[in-house]
């Protein structure tokens, strides 16, 4: 599959464009819980997570993953990308406003594939880290 | 305490059918209105068939049952948070296949945490083949267990 990035183009330190989700709701967890299988009920039963002392509920980090590898894919191409990890800090919120990005850290050749290695972070509205993680993305 | 006597336990494997009605739900609930995910035409003259999202094998959740798990020994679920998650790909992964899942226990190891005293941490590796036998994918997910009930931050 035809790879988007030109590899020798891309300067370490390039970064993503932004995608940035203004205010996630609840009904996002929903969707994402009833599309993925994870029916944890802490991110949809709000009876549930004040027994348990939160106040509200809150995303699944892989809601939030999830937004992360569109902002991956829309700039390295669906099909390119060969590696894909996320740690998972500060919770996310309903109304809280995302963006994902992220930026080149390495450009390496292997088994004669040129991939392009860097780092990814998703932030909330105040600047908290709410994920940090890294990818690996096949280039031409 | 670390109970590594789990480490390298397998569960039993799993079919996991790539199939687009599930694939155009996971794309919308990531936000994703790419054509590649809706139009199969688009799809096979691009890629050769219509692909799945990055975080797609997070629904093989649909696919394994009990035996599935390799087990989580002396783990409690209550004070469980999902820490770390990777995807490594080797081949692609297109609607129409069906994959081969088998889960195994990677790695367990303690740490000494800020807000929930000691924790441990339990590394489960999922390896994906496809109908070709190929492997495709692997997916490790970091579970960590609290040393008490996690606050709200």
Redesign the interface.
């Known amino acids: ?2 790879a988007k990035l030109k590899f020798e183009a891309l300067k370490i330190g390039d970064e993503l464009p932004k995608f940035v ?1 203004e205010g996630v709701t609840r009904p ?1 967890f929903v ?2 819980a ?5 029916f944890v009920p802490l991110h949809y039963d709000q009876a549930f997570v004040e027994a ?4 509200t509920v809150f995303a699944q ?3 939030t ?3 992360l ?2 902002a ?3 700039w390295a191409g ?2 390119n ?8 800090s ?2 996310v919120w309903p109304g809280d406003t995302v963006t994902c990005t992220g930026k080149v850290t390495n450009k390496v050749e292997k088994n004669g594939e040129k991939l392009v290695e860097g780092d990814l972070i998703v932030l909330n509205q105040k600047g908290e880290t709410a994920i940090k993680g890294s990818f690996r993305a096949a280039a031409a | 305490m670390a109970d590594k006597s789990i480490v390298g336990r397998a569960g039993k494997p799993f079919k996991m059918p790539i199939e687009w009605s599930k694939v155009r739900e996971f794309a919308r609930a990531i936000k994703d209105p790419d054509l590649l995910y809706f139009d199969p035409e688009k799809a096979k003259k691009e890629l050769g068939g219509v692909p799945v999202p990055v975080t797609f094998l997070q629904t093989s959740a649909f696919w394994t049952d009990a035996d599935s798990g390799p087990g989580m020994g002396s783990f409690d679920l209550r004070r469980i948070l999902h820490g770390e998650q990777e995807f490594e790909f080797f081949k692609p992964i297109f609607v129409g296949d069906t994959l081969t899942g088998v889960t195994k226990v990677a790695d367990v190891y303690e740490k000494e945490g800020g807000r929930g005293g000691k924790m441990t941490f339990l590394v489960t590796e999922t390896e994906y083949t496809n109908q070709k036998g190929e492997k495709v994918a692997v997916s490790r997910s970091t579970l960590v267990e609290t040393g008490q009930a996690v606050k709200a931050n």
Request: net charge positive; glycine share 16%; proline share 3%.
């Open positions: 599959m035809a989700v996002d969707r994402y009833g599309a993925s299988g994870d348990a002392g939160i106040p980090g892989m809601f993953a999830g937004l590898s569109k991956l894919t829309d669906i099909g990308v060969r590696q894909f990890k996320v740690r998972f500060t919770r």
